[in-house]
C-alpha cells in the first residue's frame, strides 16, 4: 500500500495545489492528513477541493483545527475523521488522536493528555499507522534547531505499545523521517521545500517511507 502523508496544509491553496500534483503523479492508495488542514477557517472549502479527487482521505484536527472541521467532513463520503477510531486499509489499520496544545517549551496533544492516550492503547498493534499532530518528544521536534518541542506523553506512549508508524507534523521546521524503538516516526509537515511523505507498508513488513519535494513536472 502506498500512503500520501501531509500535515500543516493551513488553509493554503499553493499547498492543495501541490498535494493535488502529487497525488496525480504518485498514484497513492490513501491520503492521510496529520493535522492543521486550516488556519481557523475555510474547512468547507478545502474539503470540497480535496473531494473530487476521488481519494480515500484520513484526518485527524491540529491546532488550528476548530471542530466544525467534523461537521465539514461528514459531508463527504472519501474524507473519514480518525479521531480515537479504527480504520482499516488493505490489512492495515489506522488511528489517530486529534488536538495540540502548544506550550512555550513542548506540545500536549489535549488536555489529560495521559488519559486519553491510554484509551487508545486497545487500538494499537504491531501492523497499526497511529496518526497525531505534535510529534514525540526528542524525535523530529526541534523548534530553531535548539528545543526540543514534542509530546513526552506521546514518547512514553509510543515506547510502550510499539505501533509500525507515527505520521505527524506541527514542527514545520524538521519534516523528516526517524525511528524510535520498533516505531517509524515520519513528519510530513508541508513547507517551501517539502510537500509532504510517502510511506509504502504491507501488513508484517517494515515500513519504507520518504520525504517527496515540489511535485514533478
Same mark, same amino acid.
Given at each position: 500500500m502506498l500512503i500520501y502523508a501531509v500535515a500543516d496544509i493551513h488553509g493554503k491553496d499553493e499547498k492543495i495545489d501541490r498535494i493535488k500534483a502529487c497525488i496525480h503523479h504518485y498514484k497513492p492508495d490513501v491520503l492521510v492528513i496529520a493535522g492543521d488542514i486550516t488556519s481557523f477557517r475555510g474547512a468547507d472549502r478545502i474539503f470540497d477541493r480535496f473531494s473530487k479527487t476521488d481519494l480515500p482521505i484520513l484526518y485527524i484536527r491540529g491546532n488550528t483545527d476548530l471542530k466544525k472541521l467534523d461537521r465539514a467532513a461528514d459531508k463527504y463520503a472519501n474524507i473519514q475523521n480518525l479521531d480515537r477510531k479504527q480504520i482499516c486499509f488493505q490489512e492495515i489499520w489506522f488511528t489517530g488522536i486529534s488536538g495540540t496544545i502548544p506550550l512555550?517549551?513542548?506540545?500536549?496533544?489535549c488536555l489529560n *493528555?495521559?488519559?486519553e492516550l491510554e484509551k487508545l492503547k486497545n487500538l =494499537?498493534?504491531?501492523n497499526t499507522i497511529l496518526v497525531a499532530h505534535p510529534p514525540c518528544r526528542g524525535v523530529l521536534d526541534k523548534v530553531g534547531k535548539k528545543c526540543h518541542a514534542g509530546s513526552l506523553n506521546l514518547k512514553h506512549f509510543i515506547t510502550q505499545h510499539c505501533p509500525a508508524v507515527l505520521l505527524c507534523g506541527h514542527i514545520h *521546521?524538521?519534516?523528516? =523521517?526517524e525511528r524510535i524503538h520498533q516505531t517509524l516516526v515520519v513528519n510530513c509537515a508541508m513547507t517551501k521545500k517539502h510537500s509532504g511523505?510517502?510511506?509504502?507498508? *504491507?501488513k508484517?513488513?517494515?515500513p519504507r517511507a520518504e520525504i517527496i519535494a515540489s511535485?514533478? *513536472?
Open positions: 512555550p517549551f513542548y506540545s500536549i496533544i *493528555e495521559k488519559r =494499537i498493534s504491531k *521546521e524538521h519534516s523528516g =523521517i511523505a510517502l510511506v509504502r507498508y *504491507e508484517d513488513k517494515s511535485p514533478p *513536472e
